[in-house]
């Protein structure tokens, strides 16, 4: 069964390093999600993604976060400078035309 | 703001038992509903999905609707140490690209 899959499962970076965090969504996905999870909190929406742009934003996404669809599979997130409260679980989903949202199995990040 | 809740728990149940979950949610004009499991430090499995007034079974689940109250539940008959997990509720924000909005979900423990 087709999965999406993210990588690395885990980055140590430090305060004011820039991430890129990676996701290849379902092949025949069209729709492209970034949420994030903070221990012990809530999963929360960042990002969403169609037909090659940015479809809405949280409040969250500021101008220190980016998506790219670079190529027809991979699926990315970057966040410039990071901060200590950027450290969380970032879940990357995708969607076909039917709603049922599937996620990747996460990427923790630690921030120093 | 649109909001979903849900108890927090711990809902503790021996194992064989059925678990109840529940959860309302703010958007009066929401359409679809989804129950997500997590694992501990795990990301979020689809197990269920509900979009109409009434039951949907799949297996020892059961998703429950009532779009009138806006309250959608979750069953889980012949609970197993293995259901043990947090059940997190999700509701797509309509008009939009269905970014899912979720609740905190609830820890549920099955006791052998």
């Known amino acids: 069964e087709p999965e999406v899959t993210q990588t690395p499962s885990h980055q140590v970076t430090q305060m004011g390093q820039e991430v890129i965090l990676r996701c290849v969504p379902i092949s025949n996905h069209l729709y492209f999600y970034w949420y994030r999870q903070i221990l012990g909190q809530k999963v929360e929406f960042l990002v969403s993604f169609y037909n090659n742009e940015i479809s809405e934003k949280s409040e969250i996404f500021d101008d220190q976060f980016s998506v790219e669809r670079p190529d027809g599979s991979n699926f990315t997130l970057k966040i410039r400078s990071t901060k200590l409260e950027d450290s969380a679980m970032y879940f990357c989903?995708?969607?076909?035309?039917?709603?049922?949202?599937?996620f990747g199995p996460g990427t923790r990040l630690t921030v120093t | 703001q649109k909001e979903v809740e849900q108890n927090s728990g711990p809902l503790s149940v021996p194992e064989g038992a059925i678990a109840s979950l529940n959860c309302t949610y703010s958007?009066?004009?929401?359409?679809?509903f989804f129950w997500y499991r997590q694992y501990s430090g795990k990301s979020p499995e689809l197990i269920m999905s509900?979009?109409?007034?009434g039951d949907k079974e799949d297996g020892r689940f059961t998703a429950q609707l009532n779009k009138a109250s806006q309250y959608v539940s979750l069953l889980i008959r012949d609970s197993q140490p293995s259901d043990s997990a947090t059940y997190l509720c999700?509701?797509?924000?309509?008009?939009?690209?269905?970014?899912?909005?979720f609740g905190a979900g609830t820890r549920l423990a099955v006791h052998p």
């Open positions: 999700a509701v797509p924000v309509s008009g939009g690209y269905n970014k899912l909005i």
């Open positions: 509900i979009y109409s007034n």
């Open positions: 958007d009066r004009v929401s359409q679809s």
């Open positions: 989903a995708s969607k076909p035309l039917a709603y049922e949202q599937y």
